[in-house]
């Protein structure tokens, strides 16, 4: 059994900047990238951004684009998102998946539990 558990969120400033690591745990067998996505309150969960595991490929929603930075570190294997100038707009739960790369929900099979990122001042 796969799992991921995601660490990380918290309070910070609009401007501010927090990193989210995501460990997956057990049998890596059945997938090849690791997403992020988010949910606000009142909102659908939406992608921000995914990793391809093996190449390092990488895709972001636009909203996130020259702010966010995904990455891994494969002896941990642990991803990362590396959230730089956070805006209130990005407050949301954060949740890591792991699964097949690309930027629908439906391509991820395994995900955590999520974490809190709030943006206020």
């Known amino acids: 059994q796969v799992d991921a558990v995601e660490s990380g969120g918290g309070l910070v400033q609009p401007g501010g900047s927090l990193r989210l690591s995501c460990a997956a745990s057990?049998?890596?067998?059945?997938?090849?990238?690791m997403g992020w996505f988010r949910q606000a309150p009142g909102k659908e969960r939406e992608f921000v951004a995914a990793?391809?595991?093996?190449?390092?490929?990488?895709i972001y929603t636009e909203t996130v684009k020259g702010r966010f930075t995904v990455s891994r570190d494969n002896a941990k294997n642990t991803g990362y998102l590396q959230m730089n100038s956070l805006k209130p707009e990005d407050t949301a739960v954060y949740y890591c998946?792991?699964?097949?790369?690309?930027?629908?929900?439906?391509?991820?099979?395994?995900w955590g539990r999520g974490t809190q990122v709030t943006v206020s001042s």
């Open positions: 057990g049998r890596a067998i059945g997938w090849s990238a």
């Open positions: 998946a792991l699964g097949v790369y690309g930027s629908s929900w439906s391509n991820y099979g395994v």
């Open positions: 990793l391809r595991w093996s190449g390092g490929n990488t």
